[in-house]
């Protein structure tokens, strides 16, 4: 047994590229900031775009101590209310993230999602048991989408544009 643990030790050290945080994720979460802070936005300064950045010191970022990989991201009200228009989430880019259990998103001008399967892209996240969007601009449409989150037990929509019998 021991020598099977060395090996999985330095497969996940490979994995990991022995910087903190999972390679993969650490990109994922980048081009999440980017995201949100399209086009000049500030918020989320302790996430760097340096190859030695460990992701699960960031701000807002939890990963599991043992695995590295990141398991919530508390990104309520980080958009910068200063920018134009609202934000509109590639759920896509959140995929890496495999491990993710929690998602707040709330407060953040969220108006919709792109992409294949728009926030239900998300059901590939296994994990993922608890999402918050109060406090956004989502209406009816998004209703399709979260359909496909079989695995949640936690999901909040107060203060957003929904109405009509589908509630």
């Not at 081009?31 to 460990?54: A, M, R, V």
């Not at 998103?105 to 239900?120: A, D, K, P, T």
């Not at 979260?146 to 929904?162: D, H």
């Amino acid at each position: 047994m021991r020598v099977l643990w060395i090996v999985v030790v330095v497969i996940l050290a490979v994995e990991n590229g022995c910087n903190g945080c999972w390679e993969k994720e650490r990109i994922a979460l980048l081009q999440l900031k980017d995201s949100i802070n399209f086009p000049n936005g500030n918020s989320l300064p302790s996430w760097e775009d340096d190859d030695h950045s460990d992701c699960c010191k960031w701000e807002a970022v939890e990963c599991n101590s043992t695995t590295r990989r990141v398991i919530k991201l508390e990104l309520n009200n980080t958009r910068d209310w200063g920018l134009d228009g609202h934000w509109h989430l590639n759920a896509l880019i959140l995929l890496p993230l495999e491990s993710l259990r929690s998602l707040n998103l709330s407060q953040n001008q969220l108006q919709s999602s792109v992409g294949n399967e728009g926030l239900g892209i998300l059901s590939n996240l296994s994990n993922l048991d608890n999402i918050d969007l109060r406090y956004n601009g989502l209406d009816n449409s998004i209703l399709s989408s979260l359909n496909k989150l079989s695995n949640l037990k936690i999901l909040n929509l107060a203060g957003n544009a929904l109405n009509g019998s589908n509630l």
